[in-house]
């Protein structure tokens, strides 16, 4: 069964930098594209960049040159560097990978970004 760990979340101030982890186990047949997403307190879950296993980005415009996503395939770990931080950025932070047929979601990292 895959199972997910995230971690990096927290409290910091606007500007500074977080990185966020998420270590992926119990694939049978390997892991696919990974990603992060977001959801702040009323909105939707939204996609904040995903990466596949040949190392193709894709971010949503607002976090471009500002967030960077990668992946160790050894390790089975994606990562978001997030810098800059903006209130805006504030959510809870969700991992997604694609493995042995189906999508699986992280529990969620909470990111708060305020002064």
């Known amino acids: 069964q895959v199972q997910l760990v995230e971690s990096g979340g927290g409290l910091v101030q606007p500007g500074v930098s977080l990185s966020l982890s998420c270590a992926a186990s119990?694939?049978?047949?390997?892991?696919?594209?990974m990603g992060w997403y977001r959801q702040a307190p009323g909105k939707q879950r939204e996609l904040v960049a995903t990466i596949t296993r040949g190392d193709n980005t894709n971010y949503r415009d607002s976090v471009k040159g500002r967030f960077t996503i990668s992946r160790d395939n050894a390790k089975n770990t994606v990562y978001l560097q997030m810098n800059s931080l903006k209130p805006e950025d504030t959510a809870d932070y969700y991992c997604y990978v694609n493995a042995d047929g189906r999508g699986y979601w992280g529990k969620g990292t909470l990111v708060t970004v305020s002064s």
């Open positions: 119990g694939s049978i047949f390997g892991f696919g594209a």
